[in-house]
């Protein structure tokens, strides 16, 4: 993790979400629980059974094509089912989205946003945190006009009011539930966010890796090399933001420290929003996230994300830049000493090194950390077969492991 120092935001934020952390914690599904049961088999209570049904109804669309499924798909650890950049969504399914739509496994013990003591940013849901639960992130889709394109919170509830689950729906919430529109949207997201921490199909912990935590099982050579290159601050330094150790309570491990980081990934120019030379993703601070626009230190930064499932949920980073696993871990320990593998060639020759920025943002991109520490004609981290070692520990990260 990179330490961004600006204490001020911290009073803030911090009581607050603290309080919701709170709530959120109290809702069920916490931390330290590792359930193993498979996600069909589960009892869920009626408001997250509601929310399943919703999660995987279409015709809450405004196409009548697109739920939350499709583009988080169970098959997929609910991340999106296809090697697109960003997926697409509106009316006719032609609207392209600005993100890749990350996997929703594992979320759990995803805080609300914060800034820690230290000006860390940390936590929140959605690639630049902007949304404090996974009710108040299930609102956006619905709306979104490039996602499900519903005109209004009472244009979804007109729709719910038609589907099959209708009747259950009411007697979850209120047989006069529908003559409130914002009341019953409300519902619909605490139903959307209740099953995601519910099932345990979003966190089964039930990798190659957990159960050689557990002392089931070793793993092979290449899967052990790749762990230590992982874990070694030298070499990958990838458990400085990605934790692969135990908690001291014994919890296992989220590869996700949930703090944001600035990495330089190349742009994307298969996301059409590209196509203008002005438009920058700039994470924490803008376009899509607005209360930290003037927080200049923090924009190109993301969240870092789980890499459990990684094998599952290609292309990666935000932009979907990267088809796989192998290209991500080379662009981390080449970015620097070989910045022409990745940028394109400015019209003087030079590389354009960390083209998905602002010329003046540059300076933000983590230069200061393994593996991105080095400079031009310095030896990468890792070799080219320390990289597959590393590929190999990574594919041990899927779950429903089979001995
Ligand atoms: C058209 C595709 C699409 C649809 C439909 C969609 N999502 Fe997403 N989802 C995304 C994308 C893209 C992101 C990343 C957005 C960002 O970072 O700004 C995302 C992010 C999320 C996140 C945040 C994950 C995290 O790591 O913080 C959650 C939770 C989520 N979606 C739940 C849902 C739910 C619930 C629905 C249905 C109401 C839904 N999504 C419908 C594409 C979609
Ligand atoms: C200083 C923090 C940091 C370190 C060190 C780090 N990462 Fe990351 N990682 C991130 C951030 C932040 C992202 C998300 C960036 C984005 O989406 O633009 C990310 C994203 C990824 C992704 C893509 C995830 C996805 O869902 O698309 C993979 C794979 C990954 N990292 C693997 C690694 C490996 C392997 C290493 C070690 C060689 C490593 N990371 C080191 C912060 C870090």
């Known amino acids: 993790m990179t330490a961004f120092h600006h204490p001020a935001?911290?009073?803030?934020?911090?009581?607050?979400?603290?309080?919701?952390?709170?709530?959120?914690?109290a809702c069920g599904g916490g931390g330290g629980d590792t359930g193993t049961a498979s996600g069909s088999t589960a009892t869920l209570s009626a408001s997250a059974a509601l929310g399943e049904k919703?999660?995987?109804?279409?015709?809450?669309?405004?196409?009548?094509?697109?739920?939350?499924?499709?583009?988080?798909?169970?098959?997929f650890a609910y991340a999106q089912p296809n090697t697109?950049?960003?997926?697409?969504?509106?009316?006719?399914l032609s609207d392209p989205g600005f993100r890749n739509a990350p996997s929703l496994k594992y979320l759990q013990s995803n805080p609300a946003f914060f800034?820690?003591?230290?000006?860390?940013?940390?936590?929140?849901?959605?690639?630049?945190?902007?949304?404090?639960?996974?009710?108040?992130?299930?609102?956006?889709?619905?709306?979104?006009?490039?996602?499900?394109?519903?005109?209004?919170?009472?244009d979804v509830i007109s729709r719910l009011s038609r589907a099959s689950y209708a009747a259950e729906f009411r007697r979850a919430f209120g047989e006069r539930i529908f003559d409130d529109p914002a009341a019953a949207f409300d519902r619909?997201?605490?139903?959307?966010?209740?099953?995601?921490?519910?099932?345990?199909?979003?966190?089964?912990?039930?990798s190659k890796y957990d159960a050689f935590l557990a002392g089931k099982l070793r793993l092979s050579d290449a899967e052990l090399r790749g762990l230590a290159l992982f874990n070694s601050a030298g070499?990958?330094?990838?458990?400085?933001?990605?934790?692969?150790?135990?908690?001291?309570?014994?919890?296992?491990?989220?590869?996700?420290?949930?703090?944001?980081?600035?990495?330089?990934?190349?742009?994307?120019?298969?996301?059409?929003?590209?196509?203008?030379?002005?438009y920058f993703d700039l994470g924490?601070?803008?376009?899509?996230?607005?209360?930290?626009?003037?927080?200049?230190?923090?924009?190109?930064?993301?969240?870092?994300?789980?890499?459990?499932?990684?094998?599952?949920?290609?292309?990666?980073?935000?932009?979907?830049?990267f088809a796989t696993l192998r290209e991500v871990v080379a662009f981390y320990v080449r970015r620097d000493t070989n910045p022409g593998e990745w940028y394109p060639l400015n019209a003087d020759g030079s590389v354009n090194k960390f083209?998905?920025?602002?010329?003046?943002?540059?300076?933000?991109?983590?230069?200061?950390?393994?593996?991105?520490?080095?400079?031009?004609?310095?030896?990468?981290?890792?070799?080219?077969?320390?990289?597959?070692?590393?590929?190999?520990?990574?594919?041990t990260l899927t779950d429903g492991f089979k001995p």
């Open 9 to 25: 935001s911290l009073f803030r934020h911090t009581a607050l979400n603290i309080l919701i952390a709170l709530l959120l914690g």
């Open 54 to 75: 919703i999660f995987k109804d279409p015709s809450l669309s405004a196409s009548a094509r697109l739920s939350c499924a499709s583009c988080h798909d169970p098959a």
């Open 84 to 92: 697109l950049a960003v997926p697409f969504g509106g009316i006719a």
């Open 115 to 154: 800034f820690a003591s230290d000006g860390t940013p940390t936590g929140g849901f959605n690639r630049d945190g902007r949304a404090n639960s996974l009710a108040e992130q299930a609102r956006r889709p619905f709306l979104a006009p490039h996602e499900m394109a519903n005109a209004s919170p009472a």
């Open 188 to 206: 619909v997201t605490l139903a959307l966010a209740q099953y995601q921490k519910e099932d345990p199909d979003f966190r089964p912990f039930d």
């Open 235 to 278: 070499k990958g330094n990838c458990a400085a933001c990605h934790t692969s150790a135990k908690g001291a309570d014994g919890s296992p491990p989220l590869f996700t420290d949930f703090t944001y980081d600035n990495i330089g990934v190349p742009r994307n120019y298969a996301i059409p929003a590209t196509a203008d030379p002005a």
């Open 284 to 321: 924490l601070c803008g376009p899509d996230r607005l209360d930290l626009q003037n927080r200049s230190e923090l924009c190109g930064a993301f969240k870092v994300p789980t890499l459990r499932n990684i094998a599952k949920t290609a292309p990666y980073f935000h932009n979907g830049r």
């Open 355 to 395: 083209d998905d920025l602002p010329p003046a943002l540059h300076a933000n991109v983590n230069t200061s950390e393994a593996p991105y520490n080095r400079k031009p004609g310095e030896a990468p981290a890792l070799s080219d077969a320390e990289i597959d070692d590393v590929v190999a520990f990574l594919n």
